[in-house]
């Protein structure tokens, strides 16, 4: 990777929510000095229910913008959603490193014993061409059943404000995934979306105890260490996060974001 001139340039990290930090503290880990950005497209959540065109002009979009104003050495689009659908394009339009997220199908066919495999994603990512890819590079000679479970958003975003998550609403959500013919040899989920491992807990109630959960997060955060192995990192400022929706909204993330090493909450 080319070197980079101003260490101070920060990692940029993209959601629309708190499924960002998921990744972030994967990133922690291995690369505590870097200089990170946290933003959250709040005004766009949720990007699971958009379409196709929609996620791919906004989140071109704003990258684009974000990449003027914060100069990042490299942006990671920490969101399923996005990636599956506009990682090519964002690729195509900046010229900086751009690292995704995709569904971690890869290490789950590696782990699964009895070859079948749930996924679960929002509505957009389980019916993208680059999951069928995945599936059939990864996943081929297994049985990989795909559920939408939208409804795991937005109490992972509540979770992380504080606020109590209901039990019921997460059975619910993977309801439809457990009633799958097949469904009983399940013994591996991917977690294809990166509000989900906020959730871990509760999932490994609603799906069983026996149950391998399995996101991408570690891989993601070895991807950007290989990428900017050899670059020096400075932080000139504390590490902020910026949110595309009403300030006010965010700020209960505070204490949150706190864990992280995000310090301080800015509009974007
Ligand atoms: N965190 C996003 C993902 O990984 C999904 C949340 C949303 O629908 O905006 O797909």
Not at 23 to 49: H, N, S, W
Not at 169 to 181: F, H, N, R
Not at 213 to 233: C, M, P, V, Y
Not at 242 to 267: C, M, N, R, S
């Amino acid at each position: 990777m080319t070197a980079i001139t101003d260490p101070s340039a920060p990692i940029l990290i993209l959601d629309t929510g708190v499924g960002g930090l998921t990744v972030l503290g994967e990133v922690r880990k291995m690369l505590p000095e870097a200089p990170v950005i946290f933003a959250a497209d709040q005004a766009g959540l949720p990007y699971g229910t958009k379409s196709e065109a929609e996620v791919a002009a906004r989140v071109c979009g704003l990258l684009g913008r974000m990449a003027e104003r914060y100069r990042p050495r490299l942006i990671c689009i920490a969101c399923n959603t996005a990636s599956t659908i506009a990682l090519g394009m964002v690729r195509d339009v900046l010229e900086i490193p751009i690292v995704g997220t995709v569904p971690a199908i890869k290490p789950a066919a590696a782990l699964t014993k009895s070859g079948t495999i749930g996924l679960l994603g929002t509505e957009a990512t389980i019916r993208q061409t680059y999951v069928d890819n995945l599936e059939h590079e990864f996943a081929a000679g297994k049985t990989m059943l795909r559920h939408a479970a939208p409804g795991l958003v937005e109490p992972a975003e509540r979770k992380l404000r504080g606020k109590p998550v209901d039990q019921s609403e997460i059975d619910t959500a993977v309801a439809g995934l457990l009633a799958k013919p097949g469904a009983e040899t399940i013994d591996t989920v991917v977690l294809a979306c990166t509000h989900f491992p906020l959730l871990a807990d509760e999932l490994k109630i609603a799906l069983g105890e026996h149950i391998n959960l399995i996101d991408g997060a570690e891989g993601i955060a070895k991807r950007i260490e290989f990428l900017t192995r050899g670059q020096e990192f400075c932080r000139s400022k504390p590490d902020f996060a910026v949110t595309t929706g009403p300030l006010e909204a965010f700020v209960p993330l505070g204490p949150a974001l706190a864990q992280y090493g995000i310090e301080d909450i800015q509009t974007f």
